[in-house]
């Protein structure tokens, strides 16, 4: 495995905003799809968005309106603008990377803690 390099973690109130990134060292044409996922305590690890090197987006329906995943593709880079955040989006981050061919990069994950 290939480990991304995620940031941008934090405390913030609810209602902030958080940006997210992660980099790969993958070459750019074997990717096949970066995500997000997060684990909350008690809880299983979730997809909350993915978005693939042609640029179709997924999310899971507790964000939809307020996170953005977007890619630049001459960094290797995801990132996960979050907006409008609540208490429920406390978890750790965890950026994945799957290849066209096959492999499944994790990161190290960065908390985000939402709370007052």
């Known amino acids: 495995q290939v480990q991304p390099v995620e940031s941008g973690g934090g405390l913030v109130q609810p209602g902030g905003s958080l940006r997210l990134s992660c980099a790969t060292s993958r070459n750019i044409f074997s990717i096949n799809v970066m995500g997000w996922y997060r684990q909350a305590p008690g809880k299983e690890r979730e997809l909350v968005a993915s978005?693939?090197?042609?640029?179709?987006?997924k999310y899971t329906d507790s964000v939809k309106g307020r996170f953005a995943i977007s890619m630049n593709s001459a960094k290797n880079t995801v990132y996960l603008q979050m907006n409008s955040l609540k208490s429920e989006d406390t978890a750790v981050y965890y950026c994945n990377v799957k290849g066209v061919q096959i492999y499944d990069d994790w990161g190290q994950g960065t908390q985000v803690t939402v709370s007052s």
């Open positions: 978005i693939t090197r042609s640029g179709n987006i």
